[in-house]
């Protein structure tokens, strides 16, 4: 489990205008709920915040929030941005405690060359690329690593197939598939006896052939 820090303004204020003059003023609006918690309304750094989430997998990170000293466990549950620019408008963290299971999106990580690339030429396809588990905050993992080195061509891997780590629940259909290794691109060859046709020359009559 990975986890990063961030500190964060318990405020009173709500509404659209307050939100406006936060995000003018370089904050991001923001609200903390779960485990009993009544909804509480934040304020954190837009700087800070960009910067934490370009260096971790956020979806899978456990934030040490820290309320003005009064720290939070928590995930960050949904980010809302502008239809048109990068600016963050808002975000949604939920309390996280130990002892609960939590259900998020985990990234995967393919690790090796599939059987059927480095032999029969095939292509690797990535079908999915994060799984949806179930775990105690103590079991998050960073990432699910997927060994593909057996995959041959055709023989798609199943969730169901997955070796995943003790004390991981995944959620999705075990059906599901993961990966898959298509068969190589072949290039067209001609089939026998066919032949292009000569184009038809037609010449206009001289005017003695009669």
């Known amino acids: ?4 820090t961030l500190s964060a303004t318990l405020r009173s204020d709500t509404g659209k205008g307050v939100a406006r003059k936060l995000r003018q003023n370089g904050e991001i609006p923001a609200v903390i709920y779960g485990h009993a918690r009544e909804p509480q309304a934040l304020t954190i750094n837009a700087r ?15 934030i040490e929030l820290d309320l003005g ?11 809302q941005r502008h239809p ?43 079908i999915l690329h994060e799984l949806t588990i179930e775990a105690l905050p103590s079991n998050i993992p960073d990432h699910i690593n997927i060994d593909v080195s057996d995959v041959h061509v055709g023989k798609p ?17 075990a059906g599901l598939t993961v ?6 691109k072949q290039a067209a060859e001609p089939v026998a006896g066919d032949e292009v046709a000569e184009p038809e020359v037609i010449r206009k009559a001289k005017e003695d052939d009669e």
């Open 69 to 79: 000293g009064t720290p939070a466990r928590s995930l960050i549950r949904e980010i």
């Open 157 to 173: 891997l199943h969730i169901s197939d997955l070796k995943l780590p003790e004390g991981i629940k995944v959620m999705d259909d």
């Open 48 to 62: 800070e915040f960009d910067r934490l989430i370009r260096t971790v997998a956020y979806g899978s990170t456990v």
């Open 1 to 4: 489990m990975s986890s990063a």
């Open 84 to 126: 048109f620019k990068k600016q963050v408008m808002h975000v949604d963290f939920q309390e996280v405690v130990a002892g609960e299971t939590i259900t998020l999106k985990c990234p995967i990580v393919y690790h090796g060359t599939p059987y059927g690339v480095r032999v029969d030429g095939g292509i690797f396809d990535q």
């Open 179 to 184: 990966c898959i290794v298509q068969p190589p």
